[in-house]
């Protein structure tokens, strides 16, 4: 008898991607397996307690999946899913303003009004959510479709509720550029931009503006306006995906790695674990697809033999840019809580701790001076690629908002001491770093000690004695913790414009298809919209899968009113 | 206008109000294997936890962050071979890998010389034989005996509903493993073994295998826990991809049956109407209403604090009021190590071995220990048993070649000078003991560490008062038909449609697969379900030959 098994589809790794797709697969009645390396499923959307009664996120925290049809497909809030609302709204703490190292400067009317024009704010109801589905969950147009103003999903909102914003550049602009249309204040653009630079789609980037602006919109303005999160952090909401899939029939093994993609006449037949697998090394058969929801390099420079790939794709994949910096993540767990110095008084005044007893320093970016400012730190991180030379007053770093009125918060029932909002710092993709790929493990005291002087031009509260412990994490250990976070990144492979889109990461893979029959990518790295977990990549797969015959989802299935389908496919669209 | 009116909320949430026929109280081993049965069972069941994930005592969590995973609470399997659940569930296969190392419990002493209790009795047979030949005779010959007890009685009669003492002594009378048990049954675990065994430390050794999990070894009348925990303590398995893994499939079993499962869900209120008990009240708000509610929490939380005296009459009161924790609860050290520790002694099978026990020379050493962590203190004389994980899993460490291992020792729930202070002082006495048993144990070989102290128990579940492991001290008058009290150790209370099913009910705590089936078996009857399993053949045959 063979100890192999056989299911529909396979899917490779159990972080947000590979889970939604298996929910929406399973649903569609199909058999599926998902194979998660890990111990635990959630790949960069989990939650540790490193110490009893505190809980820290090592990556994902913040809620920007609101207006994803997987909600309403997968029906999660019969699964569990909750959230906690943050009882201030987004307007308030707007007015509290940004740091720079003059002080907090205001944010104008002209800022706050450009902001929320840009965000479908100022049209009816709906245009935020269409406007954030359109560019975020729509599947890239077909090859053959030359994409246009016409045909841009984003473009096609904005001629509908608000069609100033729509000028014949808006596409090619920068963020800073479309900012400097439509706001006022450099701090308050250059806090924009540095937000975007780490989420994934940089300030200076040419041709993302709008994708890159909303998806810092995305964190706020779905989220009825309130900086809110789910029950449990984006842990607990993954719980709800993942209950989705089990519940429709989803086979899950974890301490699964995949070892090998079966690929015989140029088609997918299944996989191989490794043989340390909890289940041994065996095949894993695969009827209609693999889906590899880990990264790109994984899938094709190690579980794919190289005869079935062609050398000039295989240089494309090792050309695919990551060149967007990892993010540095510092938590603290100090004595007196960590606050804003006398400088930042409003900012400290308009914390708010509704969970904990003390207002700990939350939600800013620092020092928010101007573009140039801007441009030294990512010409650190990005050009020379090193360990830091800036001094530390000019590093600029994210400190996430606060999640003080959510009972789950790490700060919510620790007994003693308190525990820092997480802050975030771009350095270099380990592998590019020009110390060697070790050099932040080799340096971490130092980097810890240099943040931490950083973080003290705004902060009090950051010296030895009042420190207990501090977590942190360099790239490689972010990779190391989870081999689909290629260079620790969050979202893997840079949104350019030249890997976005229909191009992301490369045109050859921008469908989900590849080049070899049957198999499908679903990872932040190999698709759009890329990072984030918000049930996007697999919602746009699902339009191919369809196409490709392989999924034939019920009445439940929408699919998104900008999709092109492919000539001579079945189209995603229901008869 | 508001923000809400501008964007609309976009999506639907889990509802604050809804209908289940039962919800339970607590993810832990019980309460997941309760809504197992159940769900299966066709009933509409919701399972509530407090914490981020489920598994209460089954947890695989990366406390040393970044990179390494441990196994902070269960790591010992001790029932896998005679839980119903797993083959209930088919849980040995590909869904759930047990590992059974047959190098099972090593201690080394200070001059280098080791025992070895193995899986396979020549073996340690052999090992014992390096310190007496009689020892090594009388072990083979009492294990045979004991073996059948355990399999013959203690083991299915987890899983079979108490009797009162005096059923249970006349039950025995009628066999003769039956009497050899009765007996026992009076003895105190130190007896036992000083009655069979004559080398101090082979004495020392079973002593601590038969006692770790909380037996007084003075204590008579719970003789019958040597042949078991000794038996079990030979066979203990490993959960390959963690404890946790366990937990998850039986999640899934649940999901896959149509019941719930809320994390983050802190049960603040047993719903009380008419004194039944008609469903819980989350901490967030949320209700959720029931035609039965199960509870795996201690007593006191579920009568004291969910349910509330006044839905209590006297008597039944003062006997939760009488419930007492566990003597003693663990600290325990976690350590990420370049290598795995390698211990300096005679045999090098030590090193494979599943638990490691060092710091005791002899049975007064350890008494004087267990004397001294019941008085709330911890001398220089205490030792305790340590595990390497990585050995028999490689998934817990995600840097290559790295090792993960722990260090635990009895420890006081209040001691002296508090645990915020002694915590520190006790890692480095225990690393400068553990490089003394394993010298490459040094600062330069260990990457992290971290401490668990009793009070890091309860802090992670308020339900382990005071650390206890078991939610409530194994003595006889919290065992069998007491445990926890006459009233509710059938898993059914005084309170119509209150049942309660965790460690502090019969058959108690650890990873028993007890009192969570029992519970799933009363509840099923009470509401006239059809049971879908079948009582296993060592179940019948007891039932058979004991109850009939
Ligand atoms: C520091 C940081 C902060 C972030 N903050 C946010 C946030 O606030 N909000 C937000 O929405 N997103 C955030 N993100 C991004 C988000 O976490 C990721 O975009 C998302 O997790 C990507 O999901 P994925 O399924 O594509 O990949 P992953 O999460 O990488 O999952 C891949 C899975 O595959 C498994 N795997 C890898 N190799 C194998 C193999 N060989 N065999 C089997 N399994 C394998 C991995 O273990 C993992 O579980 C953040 C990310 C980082 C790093
Ligand atoms: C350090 C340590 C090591 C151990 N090692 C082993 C071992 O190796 N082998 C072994 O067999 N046993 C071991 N144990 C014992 C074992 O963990 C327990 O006996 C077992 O987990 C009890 O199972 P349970 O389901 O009854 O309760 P628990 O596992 O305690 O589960 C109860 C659950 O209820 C939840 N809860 C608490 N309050 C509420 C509330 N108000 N609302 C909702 N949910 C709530 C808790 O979060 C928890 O998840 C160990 C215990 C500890 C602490």
Redesign the interface.
Same mark, same amino acid.
């Given at each position: 008898m063979s100890r192999d098994e056989r299911y529909d589809v396979v899917i490779i790794g159990g972080g947000p991607n590979g889970m939604t797709t298996a929910a929406y697969l399973s649903k569609c009645g199909l058999s599926v397996c998902v194979l998660e390396e890990r111990v635990e499923c959630g790949g960069a959307c989990e939650t540790v307690e490193p110490i009893p009664g505190v809980r820290i996120y090592p990556h994902a925290m913040l809620m920007y999946a609101s207006p994803a049809p997987g909600f309403e497909q997968l029906e999660l809030h019969k699964y569990g899913f909750r959230m906690v609302w943050n009882p201030e709204d987004m307007m308030r703490s707007l007015t509290a303003g940004n740091t720079t190292t003059q002080g907090v400067t205001r944010i104008t009317e002209k800022d706050a009004m450009g902001f929320a024009k840009l965000g479908g704010l100022l049209g009816q109801p709906p245009f935020t959510r269409e406007l954030m589905r359109a560019t975020f969950w729509c599947p890239p147009h077909p090859p053959e479709v030359e994409v246009t103003d016409e045909n841009t999903p984003y473009m096609q909102v904005y001629k509908k509720y608000q069609p100033d914003v729509c000028t014949p550049e808006l596409r090619d602009w920068t963020m800073f550029e479309l900012m400097d249309e439509f706001c006022e204040s450099e701090p308050f653009k250059v806090t924009m931009a540095f937000a975007a630079w780490a989420s994934g789609a940089a300030g200076h980037w040419e041709g993302v503006a709008i994708p890159a602006l909303l998806s810092v919109q995305l964190l706020i303005l779905p989220n009825t306006g309130k900086l809110s999160i789910p029950r449990g952090g984006l842990h607990g909401y993954f719980h709800a995906i993942h209950r989705c899939a089990v519940a429709h029939g989803a086979v899950v093994r974890t301490a699964c790695p995949v070892e090998e993609i079966i690929v015989q006449d140029g088609r997918a037949m299944g996989v191989r674990l490794r043989e340390t697998a909890a289940i041994g090394g065996r095949k894993i058969w695969a009827n209609k697809a693999v889906i590899a929801a880990v990264d790109y390099k994984q899938t094709f420079l190690k579980m794919i033999g190289r005869e079935h790939l062609d050398p000039s794709f295989i240089q494309k994949v090792k050309d695919i840019s990551l060149k967007n910096g990892t993010l540095y993540v510092s938590t603290y767990h100090t004595r007196k809580p960590i606050q804003w110095n006398k400088k930042f008084k409003a900012m400290q005044e308009s914390e708010t701790g509704v969970a904990g007893p003390a207002k700990v320093a939350s939600g800013g970016v620092y020092p928010s001076d101007s573009r140039e400012l801007y441009y030294e730190n990512v010409a650190d991180c990005d050009a020379r690629k090193s360990l830091p030379t800036l001094p530390p007053e000019k590093l600029m770093w994210f400190l996430t908002p606060s999640q003080a009125f959510n009972p789950t918060d790490c700060q919510g029932r620790y007994r003693e001491g308190y525990i820092s909002a997480a802050f975030e710092v771009n350095v270099p993709v380990p592998e590019y770093q020009i110390e060697g790929i070790d050099a932040q493990d080799k340096e971490k005291a130092k980097l810890d000690a240099y943040m931490r002087k950083a973080f003290s031009q705004a902060l009090d509260g950051l010296e030895d004695e009042n420190i207990i412990h501090l977590w942190s994490a360099t790239g490689r250990e972010v990779e190391f913790r989870n081999t689909g976070l290629i260079g620790g990144t969050w979202c893997g492979s840079r949104h350019c414009r030249d890997q976005s889109w229909t191009r992301r990461p490369m045109p050859e893979l921008a469908r989900y298809r590849t080049p070899i029959e049957g198999l499908y990518t679903c990872h932040q790295t190999t698709g759009h919209p890329g990072g984030l977990c918000l049930m996007a990549i697999p919602y746009n797969l699902m339009h191919i899968l369809i196409e490709d015959s392989i999924a034939e989802p019920g009445k439940w299935w929408y699919p998104s009113p900008y999709y092109i389908p492919q000539k001579e496919k079945v189209s995603a669209i229901p008869r | 206008m508001?923000?809400?009116d501008?964007?609309?909320?976009?999506?639907?949430?889990?509802?604050e109000n809804s209908e289940w026929d039962v919800v339970i109280i607590g993810a832990g081993p019980n309460g997941l294997m309760a809504a197992a049965y159940l769900a299966k069972a066709g009933l509409k069941v919701a399972l509530v936890e407090r914490r981020? !994930?489920i598994g209460g005592g089954l947890a695989?969590?990366?406390?040393?962050? /970044?990179?390494y995973?441990s196994n902070p609470h269960v790591i010992y399997h001790m029932m896998v071979d005679y839980m119903p659940v797993i083959k209930d569930f088919n849980l040995d296969g /590909?869904?759930?890998?047990w590992i059974k190392p047959n190098a099972q419990t090593a201690m080394v002493f200070e001059d280098g010389k080791s025992l070895l209790l193995t899986q396979m009795i020549e073996d340690t047979k052999d090992s014992i034989s390096k310190f007496s030949f009689k020892d090594a005779v009388n072990f083979g010959k009492v294990m045979r005996s004991w073996r059948r007890i355990v399999d013959e009685i203690v083991a299915p009669a987890t899983y079979v509903p108490t009797m009162t003492p005096i059923e249970m002594s006349m039950a025995l009378q009628k066999t003769k493993v039956g009497q050899e048990m009765l007996e026992l049954i009076e003895q105190s675990p130190l007896d036992i073994i000083n009655n069979t065994f004559e080398n101090d430390r082979v004495r020392a050794l079973m002593l601590y295998a038969s006692c770790m999990w909380g037996l007084d070894p003075r204590e008579t009348g719970i003789g019958f826990f040597v042949p078991l925990l000794l038996d079990r303590g030979m066979n203990k398995c490993y959960c390959?991809?963690?404890s @946790?893994?366990f937990a998850?499939a039986m999640g899934?079993e649940i999901?896959?049956a149509?019941g719930?499962?809320?994390? @983050?869900a802190e049960v603040s209120k047993i719903i009380m109407q008419n004194r039944r008990a008609v469903g819980v009240e989350l901490?967030?708000g949320?209700t959720l209403r029931s035609k039965v509610v199960m509870s795996t929490l201690d007593p006191h939380t579920t009568f004291l604090d969910l349910v509330g005296a006044q839905h209590m009459d006297k008597d039944f009161k003062a006997l939760i009021d009488g419930w007492k924790y566990d003597k003693w609860s663990f600290y325990t050290l976690h350590v990420a190590s370049e290598e795995p520790p390698r211990y300096k002694c005679d045999d090098p099978w030590i090193n494979d071995a599943f638990m490691t026990i060092f710091g005791i020379e002899s049975t007064e050493q350890l008494l004087a220990h267990w004397d001294n962590v019941v008085a709330g203190k911890i001398g220089a004389n205490f030792g305790g048993h340590a595990t390497c994980e990585t050995l028999h899993?490689?998934?817990?460490s995600?840097?290559p070649s790295k090792h993960i291992s722990f260090f635990q020792m009895h420890a006081p729930y209040e001691i002296q000078g508090g645990w915020?202070k002694k915590a520190k002082e006790m890692e480095e006495a225990v690393l400068a003991k553990w490089q003394k048993a394993a010298p490459n144990m040094k600062r330069e070989n260990i990457i992290m560490t971290?401490h !668990?102290t009793p009070v890091?128990?309860e802090?992670?579940f308020p339900n382990m008062r005071r650390g206890g492991i078991k939610h409530g001290d194994y003595k006889p008058i919290q065992l069998g038909s007491f445990r926890p009290n006459q009233e509710c150790s059938s898993t059914k209370t005084p309170i119509e449609g209150l049942y309660v099913c965790g460690a502090s009910t019969y058959p108690g705590g650890l990873v028993l697969g007890g009192p969570g089936y029992l519970g799933a078996n009363k509840v099923a009857e009470d509401l006239g379900v059809k049971k879908w399993w079948k009582t296993t053949p060592e179940m019948d045959r007891y039932i058979k030959t004991y109850l009939t």
């Open positions: - | 508001t923000t809400d501008i964007f609309g909320h976009m999506f639907q949430e889990f509802p981020y !994930e695989t969590e990366e406390i040393l962050y /970044p990179c995973s /590909p869904s759930l890998l390959y991809g963690g @946790h893994k998850s899934r999901i896959k149509g719930l499962i809320l994390e @983050h901490a967030e949320r899993d490689p998934h817990l995600d840097k915020e971290v !668990e890091d128990i802090t992670r």
